[in-house]
Every structure is written in C-alpha cells, then in structure tokens.
T-cell receptor, first 120, second 109 residues
C-alpha cells in the first residue's frame, strides 16, 4: 500500500514551453500533497503545499505564477512549470499525506518516484 | 530560521556500524523521519521518531532526544547497497517536512 506515482518520469523540453507533471496517490486519499525540487547533490527543497479543493501554499521565493499547482481530486495533484528555462532543470518530487493517518503518530509522507526535467 | 544539520559525508567499511547525526532548529516539531536516497532515485522512508528514545527496524535504528533537538540514524552490518544519501526531516508545526542537508554514505569493500 501507500504508493504514489508521478508522470512523466522524465521530460525534455525547449525553453519557453510549459510542462505538466502529475502526482497520484494510488491506494489512499491525500487531502494534502507536497511538491519538492532537488538540484544535484543537494537536499530536497519544499516548493509548495497542495491542498485538495483550495489554493496551494507556496514557500518563500517560489513563484506561484511560474509553478502552477492544481489539486482537483483527493488522489491527483499537478505541477505545471510555465515558460520553462534551463535553470528550471531539476528533479521534481511529490509526496502525499494519507488523509486517514493525519495527526496520528503514524502520520507520514509517501514520496513519488520523481520527475527529471531538462530544459534545453 | 529553520535548519537541520547533518555531516556531509561518512565513509565506512562493509560490516561496520555507522551513526549519522542530525541536529535541528525548527518552529514546531511533531517528529523526526529518516530517508534513504540512491542517486537518481526518490527518497525511501526508513524510520520515524515522534517520542524520545530508540526505534529499531532491522539493521537500522533511529534515536531522538527532543530536549536536545537531536537525533541519529544507526546503520549496522553495513552492506555495499547502503551506499546512498541519507536525509533527516522534521515534521514541522504545519505538518510540512523540513529536510536536512543530507549525508552521503560511502561503504567500502
């Protein structure tokens, strides 16, 4: 159980185009999902918290108009990188928090396999 | 500000025991998690401590002292496949994860 998928696993795009990344919780409901970005040999940096049915909460320094997040259902959140540039090339990872475990000692996040974005 | 500090790199030989420390300073604390990440892969969950003390899961153990804002991951009977990066993460007051700087573990034959 507790599987999170991401699609695509990797994508190469031209500068100026937009890229959509999907994050799905396959066997549990996730009211809250998180989007991270990781540059080579660095830690995971939280970009935003995605809440089902409401606007995402962005971390300081993350442009909300550039990184559009939609959480339209309890099992799906999407991250769209708009007008991508080479500096947006990174490993994007989502995680999902099991709604039924929220607030308990077993509350944890389940991570997707990540999406490697390369912008040419 | 909020921060989690870890040693950047640790090297040990197969069969040895290694301890990776994590000291944190965060606003709000619900628990400390540990994740393993191989190059090119996603983080995989290892352990979670919400209360003080030692949690043991097979070859891996994790310890937490909330009064000292400190925890560690203990890896026993090291194997080559344990070579990876290890991250501690604090579940903050808003249930967000704040990740540590990461420790790269190299296991030598």
């Amino acid at each position: 159980g507790a599987v999170v998928s991401q699609h695509p696993s990797w994508v190469i795009c031209k500068s100026g185009t937009s890229v959509k990344i999907e994050c799905r919780s396959l066997d549990f409901q996730a009211t809250t999902m998180f989007w991270y970005r990781q540059f080579p040999k660095q830690s995971l940096m939280l970009m935003a918290t995605s809440n089902e049915g409401s606007k995402a909460t962005y971390e300081q320094g993350v442009e909300k108009d550039k990184f559009l997040i939609n959480h339209a259902s309890l099992t799906l959140s999407t991250l769209t990188v708009t007008s991508a540039h080479p500096e947006d090339s990174s490993f994007y990872i989502c995680s999902a928090r099991d709604t039924l475990l929220a607030g308990r000692n077993t509350d944890t996040q389940y991570f997707g396999p990540g999406t490697r974005l390369t912008v040419l | 500000g909020q921060s989690l500090e870890q040693p950047s790199e640790v090297t040990a030989v197969e069969g040895a025991i290694v301890q990776i420390n994590c000291t944190y300073q965060t606003s709000g604390f619900y628990g400390l998690s540990w994740y393993q990440q191989h190059d090119g892969g996603a983080p995989t969950f290892l352990s979670y401590n919400a209360l003080d003390g030692l949690e043991e899961t097979g070859r891996f153990s994790s310890f937490l002292s909330r009064s000292d804002s400190y925890g560690y991951l203990l890896l026993q009977e090291l194997q080559m496949k344990d070579s990876a990066s290890y991250f501690c993460a604090v579940t903050s007051g808003t249930y967000k994860y704040i990740f540590g700087t990461g420790t790269r573990l190299k296991v030598l034959a």
